[in-house]
């Protein structure tokens, strides 16, 4: 049964001021609940309909977890889907953890990205590349916004995203790793040659890479279009799919 205190914590979880004051996200449908099961975050409730009960979905260790069993209507007044899935859990946030130094290795820097559909994506993208990491600026959308969670499919168990003043951090780094911006104009990235390792900066879906973030970047690189005429043709690409394209292009150069 739902009680109302479950019902009112649950529902201000939609708003990152108490998520944050909390400590904790929802994470919603039974493929998520799944990929928090067998993930190393710390679960304090899960609220299911018995059909996801009498499936069986706990793993061992995760036996101690405490379960409230609901009907699909009381799942449906506290979830943030559109389609309610059998369960909804409630897991702890994990500390913003200071990134150290990396090396060897590629990292995703983002500069205000706001769209929580294009966050969600790109941690997703950043996972199946096999990036390590992802910096995201102060004002970048919050990690454990529903939204996010539910488009990263589970990725957002395995990334760290270190929330930082990336103009720092791009300044810490740019006398030993190679750092990147993706541009409107600049180098076609199907003709860069990358590093081995470096940072790769996306800008806010609006504005692109802001000024301060520009001048630390060592080569601006875009994605061209089919043809150099954009009469008729769409302006930009969606940030999560530029991501997409240029991370693709850096996987492939470090199998070559």
């Known amino acids: 049964m739902l009680s109302k205190s479950h019902l009112k914590l649950i529902t201000s979880l939609r708003l990152g001021k108490f998520r944050h004051e909390e400590g904790l996200f929802t994470v919603e449908g039974v493929k998520m609940v799944n990929e928090l099961l067998y993930s190393n975050f710390e679960i304090k409730a899960i609220f299911a309909t018995d059909e996801w009960i009498s499936a069986g979905h706990l793993p061992p260790k995760r036996y101690t977890v405490e379960i409230f069993e609901i009907s699909q209507t009381e799942l449906e007044k506290i979830s943030n889907l559109s389609t309610p899935n059998q369960v909804l859990a409630l897991a702890f946030i994990k500390p913003n953890e ?64 270190h929330y930082t003043d990336l103009a720092e951090f791009l300044a810490k780094v740019c006398n030993t790793a190679r750092i990147y911006g993706a541009f409107m104009e600049g180098d076609p990235v199907s003709e860069t040659i990358f590093s081995d390792s470096g940072v790769m900066v996306i800008g806010n879906e609006s504005h692109g890479i802001s000024p301060t973030i520009a001048g630390l970047v060592h080569k601006k690189v875009t994605i061209m279009p089919a043809t150099p005429d954009f009469n008729g043709r769409a302006e930009s690409l969606n940030a999560s799919l530029a991501t997409a394209i240029l991370c693709y292009e850096i996987q492939k150069q470090s199998k070559t």
């Open 98 to 161: 200071s990134l150290k130094c990396f090396k060897n290795e590629w990292v995703l820097a983002l500069d205000q990205i706001r769209d929580p559909g294009n966050m969600g994506t790109i941690v997703r993208t950043a996972d199946w590349f096999g990036f390590k990491r992802i910096v995201a600026a102060h004002g970048t959308v919050d990690l454990w916004n529903p939204k996010v969670v539910q488009a990263s499919m589970g990725s957002v168990f395995r990334i760290p995203v």
